[in-house]
């Protein structure tokens, strides 16, 4: 905080929190919104952490908080892009600042419309009701590995006209992968690296092959190189990033969902009686339960006053997204699900210029797996003493979530 305010600011730590930070997200919020703390990354010296809604949307709609400014950044920069996870990763989407950001978005941005999403609705519902008919007559489903993960990879597949043959064993390449986007205090591990050659391999075969359907997002991405606005590079990077994202997120927020109706019976039920329609719910459900905790840090190309303090130029600030969606000021008794009410400031899928593309896609996928096991299976129950949680900061998902059906 600025001097003349009477009080210490607090130092924010992330790596002290355990699997559940919320109690501390409101603290931190209770306390200003924001802090300085620890480093996010082994290359910064710290970063400023922001916890509230208005705080969490005020740096992502920043002008000046971008993902690589020139000046003093420019060697923080260098030695990311060293690492080959970050080198690939700089050319994607995500980590572009404009005018290169534009570039790449609007090439690819139709394809993950409302509209053009909508007409695989059919297919992503009949995908999901056959896989918990089929798990029927074991008993058992695992919300993650038996419905998530083939679920999100089938809808990927048909958005990026992409075969994806054995989505289990292309997920056990792309979980590693968090490893490179994950808060951390030392390099990328090693698995993250080698999952990230590994997927890279996979993608510069398929188009190497030219295997890839002529009316997806893939083959939209060759149009550019083919033009002349992208290199070869920028299309790896994104084809590899959108593999990445496109199901690592949706996985992990399904995984949420099972877990927090078990948590709070009394919205279970609103389900079973139909009180609330499946979209209301998977809207709510992804508020409550965000798979991304952490943005990736923006740096400040000029000084900011942000808040009770002030952002030097080329410092970091992290938006805790998953601090700023249980706000209170927004939405009411925010630690708490809540299927009847309208999330629609939620920042599941951040804000601005660098909103999710994907958003329209989460909701359909969870909405359409929640639809499918409370019409086939409405007995299910969550085997909670089987469920395991995701070693991860900056991906708040389960590993494991096995449900009874009865």
Request: negative net charge; hydrophobic residues 45%.
């Amino acid at each position: 905080m600025r001097a003349g305010h009477g009080m210490t600011a607090p130092f924010f730590d992330p790596f002290a929190l355990g699997d559940d930070p919320f109690a501390h997200f409101a603290r931190m919020r209770a306390s200003g919104g924001i802090a300085r703390g620890a480093a996010p990354y082994p290359e910064l010296a710290d970063a400023h952490y922001v916890f509230s809604h208005e705080l969490v949307s005020r740096v992502l709609k920043h002008p000046a908080l971008l993902q690589a400014p020139p000046g003093r950044y420019e060697e923080v920069r260098r030695k990311l892009v060293d690492q080959a996870p970050m080198a690939l990763l700089s050319r994607s989407v995500m980590l572009a600042d404009p005018p290169h950001h534009g570039e790449l978005r609007r090439p690819v941005a139709g394809c993950l419309s409302r509209s053009a999403v909508e007409t695989l609705t059919q297919g992503l519902r009949a995908l999901s009701r056959e896989l918990v008919d089929r798990a029927m007559a074991d008993g058992r489903i695992d919300a993650v590995a038996g419905l998530a993960v083939p679920v999100s990879f089938w809808l990927l597949q048909e958005i990026m006209g992409i075969e994806i043959e054995d989505p289990w064993a292309l997920k056990s390449v792309t979980s590693p992968m968090a490893g490179a986007f994950d808060l951390r205090t030392d390099q990328p591990p090693a698995a993250s690296t080698a999952a990230y050659g590994e997927c890279r391999a996979f993608v510069e075969e398929r188009l190497a092959q030219q295997a890839f359907r002529p009316d997806g997002m893939v083959a939209r991405m060759a149009r550019e190189v083919a033009e002349g606005r992208w290199s070869h590079e920028d299309m790896v990077a994104n084809v590899v990033f959108m593999l990445f994202a496109g199901q690592e997120t949706v996985v992990d927020a399904f995984g949420n969902a099972v877990v927090a109706l078990h948590r709070f019976p009394e919205q279970r039920d609103l389900l079973e009686r139909r009180a609330v329609d499946w979209s209301s719910a998977a809207a709510e459900l992804l508020r409550y339960g965000a798979s991304v905790q952490y943005a990736v840090a923006r740096i400040a190309a000029e000084d900011i006053d942000l808040g009770t303090a002030r952002i030097a130029n080329g410092e970091a600030v992290v938006a805790v997204l998953g601090s700023g969606n249980r706000d209170d000021a927004v939405f009411a008794d925010g630690d708490r699900l809540d299927l009847t009410r309208s999330p629609t400031l939620s920042l599941t899928f951040g804000t601005g210029l660098h909103v999710c593309l994907g958003q329209h896609v989460a909701r359909i996928e969870i909405a359409a797996m929640i639809e499918a096991l409370f019409t086939r299976a409405p007995g299910w129950r969550l085997d909670a003493a089987g469920a395991t949680r995701r070693p991860s900061l900056s991906f708040h998902g389960m590993s494991t979530a096995p449900l009874v059906l009865a």
